[in-house]
């Protein structure tokens, strides 16, 4: 194919290419909303409470601050009687 | 003495050539800008070392038999590798601010246009003398634009085997250098004023509607575009694995092992591809000009859809986040954000970045769809 | 215009025809079983998932070069997939319970009288005028009576690959419904004072006891029933990594991430044989049919079995463990606890019902091999 | 094959498999009762204790009822501590 | 009947012959050297467990469609599954102490010849009648004497893979008595007050050295020795992913769950070439006296160098460490600190013996790499 | 080839590997000093700072001392205050 017709093949690819992806993603735009709409939210789900392998670590984290202050103030106990 | 013969002659430093001692170096500078630059060096790191590998003279990596090829043929030139990563990143993908907002698909969609401009320019420089890209070519190097590392691996794997070490290590090298791309192009295309525009908080998304999002985005691509569905399909498994909170095992296993181990053979594969005859000649010099140039183009579409929609929305837009339409999760959402809080200490921009920054994904992989349908 | 033609004729849109669009819906059928009433989701939701894919027209996953293709011949016509789930599920089970009371492994041998019943039912559905059942596929239709699915999906695999994907279906499924099918059966054939009988407590096992033992499974395998060995012998590997405590990372691997890894692929290639020729026939609906048969009359044989040992054996014997027989690890022994608890709230009878549930797996193991030997 | 043959030959297997099946089960009832007899169990092992990979985890959960009431205690401790 | 005289012609009973018998006691005997002696168990158990089912009559696991063949054709025929577990140990091995004491380097390359003076030993044995080992066998024999699991599996694979069952066997054994035959030849070697020798304490290593080291040895490989790089490339690209600090999940998965799957199915591969046909005969003893001479001289060897080296180093030596250079990592080091220990219990080694312990890894491949370069 | 053949080329094996194999890492050795000479020490990186997958576990034992101390007093003064 000469490069005239590769470069007109070109143009219509572009044309073609961007209309489908906004078509495509278009129609999921229409998805989402009508989803939104008929979905009922009763169960908002707040995000890090169900990822898998995430939880695990992130729920140690959310422990943590208690913990943490506990372990805190355990050792400095433990030091103060020990330096007595 | 025979034997001093036979190991002499084996010897690297009796076989190297210009060529292969070039392209080792190519694969050390890679090594570098993984380790030191901490250039997505996931990937870069085993890619460079797979390009030192394959260009060792007399050792055979690449030759029947030889560990590099088993690897590229069972596992790239099949597509299989590019296929269960992506579906592991489908397992780390949260759509949940696509959902919330979901206007941004729009912002998915314009990025991709660094993709298409791209094929247009890659014929363009047919012009010139010494390239010689064919329409299957342009489309493997064109797809660099989407940002997404196995998509463009999967797309070039079909379209353009040959050229398929320097697509990938263009789009893993320009997705590294995303916070160096864009922020002057955000900056060009954008009033300090606009910069400042404060987001909307996202809604809550239910459970529910992230486990019938992955399906609808399978429904659609099986009515419109089924050659998309060998990509899009294993993103949506990794994803429906990960959201239908029943297989949380599989999920796990593919979002960490799974996508690891594929991970390091599959960079070993493409680095197996860093051959001299296939990259040191003016064809890669072309393909990471026009790498740039997709990323820049693709980067200004997004902002500038940005723009345009937030002229007729309701809600404010602020128009950096149309940047991360082109992907490259999740260094293009940071960029965003890091941008936007240069105009504003106090915006956060990162998790309305999220929703463009997912669908650039999408995008592309419907963009690799419509190029394989109709060039493949 | 020509690439919108190309386009519009490759959409799925266009190629839709019924049988395909139906197998898709009966694998939305399994994925929604898998997500919203988890029935066995590990499985069923990538079988699901995989079946969707099979049927896209124009996609080729199971053409030659397409995903499932590979992950089908590759993994699972070898028979290698089921053989690692078979070894991962070897090092999950602890024979500890069976061990202690080894009464308990005729109760898992009477169970396997539903498969064995079922072969001949298969065989007299050959008097109905569309079913043609060879012996073979009779046998492979046969095993979901052994409630365990990578018996039944090594032996399909061996003795009728078109029927896998219906087999493979309806195994899981029923396994799902073990909690639905089973109660009714035992509830019928007990009296509440049976139901209500207060087994003694296990005795403790050595180590020691828990290594010899899968060699001496694997030993009598070898013995009397060679065709069985690679069934029973990956099985019992696993187990010996598990109870042998000197490769416990072995160990570890084999029961998470090797079987995860596993499991998706299993569960796409099964699903990749849901197309529409080979499921939607009447042929299906006799294997679903069978198969409920093939678990009632497992149930009711391991019910009436404990009821006849209990008559003659110094301790007691609650005949509902009788139903745990068919296997489907662990959820028979849940709803033997269940059943007994309804009867006497403090009448647990889980670790008992574990013994003749283990038995299960090896007594169906030992089926599967009288079938490849004599029919393979 | 005629139906009736292949009925025949159903049947044998049914009582084939079926004895086969008991047979092996049983042979494996009297290796286990044997095995019960010679081997001293001299070192009972209590299920939970062995178990890989699931060791890690149910051994920290045997702690668990000591380091819970000791981080129950000195985290009340603190907050006492605090609210003072 | 006919099922019956079926299934009693197709079991073990009925085809057991005695080399059979006599291959799975050999599996037995390894099952407890692993289990109850914990001799290496994390490949003799797998490979006890793979003799046994290769040898079971009419079971077909070795023939074509059995999976120890698919094994054994895919991951050890090719060379896959040793050069991937090298990759896992290299990203194991911490080269620290070596660096800080590079002298340790001529230890581990003089325990080499422990290799190479039986590779002569193996010819001389030709003269014994009954043995008739080729130089490509001999070179696969010596290689038992570099304690190195993976190298030996990989060069037998390559020059001898009709020994391949007896080599891995006697190489892992070895390894696993290094506590029973190094101390002896250690003592007979040196005085006690050699013994006690307290050795300086190491100086820190920065990571900068950490991470250019392994590319230094790919790059010496490289330049030296194309043959080895296949194991010295991968056994550097998993201590490159440890030490560069930017993959860090490829380096955990590289440690451990894809050297747990590959352990698993590289022992399975192993046992399935411990047929009786190639097992039992004079030259599997010839190669058991041979590789136990291997190791004699290897640890001889290492101690006499370090000896050698203390007279003239300003640093003091501890002739011990020298044993640890034939690496059987880290099991040689350990001894070397416990026999110090014996003379000093306040003298610990470890760090010390650790230096000639992974050089006499990087030994063993130069080692490999040369006899692949001259006799493969 | 016969055996006094298949010797010599054994024993020349044996010259020629270990030649090999002590130039090989000889030169190892000089690379080795080069680097400790030429690459600042600035950054001494303490051994199990950074190992990957040893590292949560280590890092675990690093706090251990202190924790498990910590923990132990509060168990104590658990136990002591519960068995009042
Ligand atoms: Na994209
Ligand atoms: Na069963
Ligand atoms: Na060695």
Known sequence: MDISGSLVTALMLMGLGMAFVFIFLGLLFVCINLMAKYIPVDTPVTAPKRKTPVSAKTDQTQINPQVVAAITSAVQQYRKAQSV | ?376
Chains 1, 4, 6 share one sequence.
């Open chain 2, 1 to 376: 003495m025979n034997g001093l013969m036979t190991l002499w002659t084996d010897t690297g430093i009796a076989n190297f050539q210009w060529p292969e001692l070039i392209m080792m170096a190519v694969g050390g500078l890679l090594l570098y800008l993984a380790i030191v630059r901490k250039f997505e060096p996931l990937l870069l790191l085993p890619i460079g070392f797979g390009a030192i590998l394959a260009n060792i003279p007399n050792a055979g990596f690449n030759d029947e038999g030889g560990m590099l090829y088993y690897i590229y043929h069972i596992g790239i030139e099949t597509g299989i590798f590019p296929l269960i990563i992506f579906m592991g990143v489908g397992a780390l993908t949260d759509f949940g601010a696509l959902i919330a907002n979901p206007k941004t698909l729009f912002l998915g969609a314009a990025a991709q246009f660094g993709i298409f401009a791209t094929l247009f320019g890659a014929i363009i420089l047919n012009l010139v003398p010494g390239f010689e890209f064919s329409l299957a070519d342009a489309s493997a190097i064109a797809i660099i634009g989407g940002a997404d590392g196995p998509t463009a691996i999967f797309l070039a794997s079909k379209l353009a085997p040959d050229l398929l070490g320097a697509i990938a290590v263009a789009a893993y090298s320009y997705m590294a250098l995303v916070p160096i791309i864009q922020p002057p192009i955000m900056r060009a295309l954008t009033t300090p004023a606009e910069r400042e525009i404060k987001m909307e908080q996202l809604r809550p998304v239910s459970q529910k509607e992230k486990i019938i999002f992955p399906l609808a985005v399978l429904f659609m691509t099986i009515l419109f575009l089924p050659a998309a569905t060998p990509l899009v399909g294993m993103f949506c498994l990794g994803n429906l694995m990960r959201e239908s909170g029943v297989v949380d095992r599989l999920s796990s296993t593919a979002q960490n092992e799974l996508i690891n181990i594929v991970t390091i053979f599959l960079g070993l594969g493409v680095g197996s591809k860093l051959s001299a005859d296939k990259f040191l000649n003016l064809e890669t010099l072309g393909i990471l000009g026009l790498g740039a140039i997709a990323f820049s183009i693709g980067t200004a579409s997004g902002v500038l859809m940005a723009k345009a929609m937030g002229r007729f929305s309701k809600s404010p837009i602020n128009p950096l986040i149309g940047a991360a339409g082109v992907s490259a999760v999740p260094m293009a959402a940071r960029v965003a954000n890091k941008v936007g809080l240069e105009a504003n200490p106090h915006n956060f921009l990162l998790m309305h970045a999220m929703g463009p920054n997912v669908a650039g994904v999408l995008g592309s992989a419907v963009a690799a769809g419509v190029l394989l349908a109709i060039v493949g």
